[in-house]
């Protein structure tokens, strides 16, 4: 079986490609799933880069999507031929959050997909959507989960809302993609024109270059004739915040989702106050938020945008892709 792993202390240059022994049959309640796919997060890149943030020997990547080989006794949700898709955190199954760190997230605290076969039990995946690639599936483990968990658990989102979308990367165009098939009008920005061309094109009714505009959160209310957006999928962190907060309607919500711009900074909290403004924090989603996406997917039809893909073999290079943040939606990885 070949796989990739992380050499301890960590960095692009001890990602080793390696051939592993074949994990065998499942045992009760497990799966072995032929793994297809995968694609990038920034979490991965950060697990990856960050000295001593996994153990040695760590098999990154926390989104994976293939076809079901077998079963073992006990499993009645799926059967073999079933393409199916991971999920981001197996302990948390259902309800409000029930886990505070990384500890059993694949390609952190354990072993994730960038590998051949995966042996695991049944509960760490979903069924993916009809009719999906497993290139497609792929984007869904972490990326798709946070959007949909930002605008429909959290935000509750209705027809005719405003949604704020920073940035062009995985999470915000599924946003702007969920968005405008549940009827919201969507802002997006970035600091590319061209990006912004492509938002537009996926339906985005409204862009903003933040390089030509650094007070944006002034033209959000603008557009929004001083009314501000319902939703704000806020992925800069520290150095986004305060525009955000100027941006988000009286009552709205903030989904801190990424911290692009640092780990910590200023909050202008008496704005946030005086807004009556939600600031929720949001680390993926629950393996029922996962299956919620997928049955919300089959209805409406949405399909991932995938920027590029890379083979398993060239891991190093499409983290170094990543890292230019020239892409467009997801980085998938060929496995």
Known sequence: ???????????????????????GAPKAGQIRVRLHAS??????????TIPGTVADGRIPLADGAGVVEAIGDDVTEFKPGDHVVSCFSPAWQ???????????VPGDGVDGYAREIV????????????????????????????????LVVEGRIQAGDTVLVLGTGGVSIFALQFA?????????????????ERAIALGADHTINYKAHPEWGRLVLDMT??????????LGGPGTLAQSIEAIRLGGLIAL???????????????????????????????????????????IGLRPVIDKSFSLTQLADAFRYQNKNNHFGKIGIDI
């Open 180 to 196: 405008k098939r549940m009827g919201a009008s969507v802002i997006v920005t970035s600091s590319s024109d061209e990006k912004l």
């Open 94 to 104: 259902l309800g409000r959050p029930t886990v505070l760190d990384f500890a059993t």
């Open 257 to 299: 989702i990424g911290v692009h711009t640092g780990w910590g900074g200023h909050v202008p909290t008496v704005q946030l106050m005086a807004k009556q403004a939600r600031l929720q924090g949001i680390i993926v989603g629950s393996r029922l938020h996962q299956i919620e996406m997928v049955r919300g997917i089959d209805a």
């Open 1 to 23: 079986m070949k796989a990739v792993y992380l050499r301890s202390p960590g960095g692009l240059e001890n990602l080793m490609a390696v051939d592993f022994d074949d994990p």
């Open 225 to 234: 004739d001083g009314r501000g957006a319902d939703h704000v999928i806020e």
């Open 119 to 150: 042996v695991s039990a049944a509960r760490m995946f979903t069924l993916a959507p009809q009719g999906y690639t497993h290139a497609e599936a792929a984007t869904l483990t972490t990326a798709g989960v946070t959007a949909w968990r930002a």
């Open 39 to 48: 694609s990038l997060n920034y979490h991965d890149y950060n697990v990856s």
